[in-house]
Structure formats: C-alpha cells, structure tokens
C-alpha cells in the first residue's frame, strides 16, 4: 500500500490552527469548523452527524472496506498490523 506524502509545514499550519481555536470541554464548534474548512480546502466529502462529530469520506481502491469481525480473539494493534501486512 502506497503511503501518501504528508507536507510537514501545511500539517504544522493545520495543527496550530487547531490548538489556537478556543474550544473549552464540550464546546466544539470552533474546532469542528476549522477542521471543516480544510475537508473543503482538500475537497474532501464531509457531514455533520447529529451529534457534532464529522464524518469525511475517502475513496479507496477496495470495493467494499475491510472488516474485522467481532467473534475475532485478536487484539486491535494485532488486526491493524495484520491488515496493512497484505
């Protein structure tokens, strides 16, 4: 799998973007929308979920995403490695 390149003074930029928002516990909207505005900026699809959370949508090349199944006994970090192995 091909590990996009990240741009290391546009991720600082977005990220002291962030830590300067004031957003005190539980008072998320300043965030929610500094980070909204970059999924536009990258044209990344993105909603609003009834709760406030924000769910963006990458196309990917698989049809259907990977699945780790619940009856697995396997730790999470074990799946992880074990999916991005094949």
Known sequence: ????????????DVLKRLLDTPSPTGMTD???????????????????????AIR?????NARQPRRVHPWTTRRFAD???TSHDR
């Open 56 to 60: 963006a949508t990458l196309a990917g």
């Open 30 to 52: 300043a965030a929610i929308a500094v980070v909204c505005g970059e999924l536009e900026v990258l044209d990344i699809p993105f909603e609003l979920t009834r709760r406030g």
């Open 79 to 81: 799946a992880f490695e």
């Open 1 to 12: 799998m091909h590990d996009p390149a990240i741009e290391d003074a546009y991720l600082l």
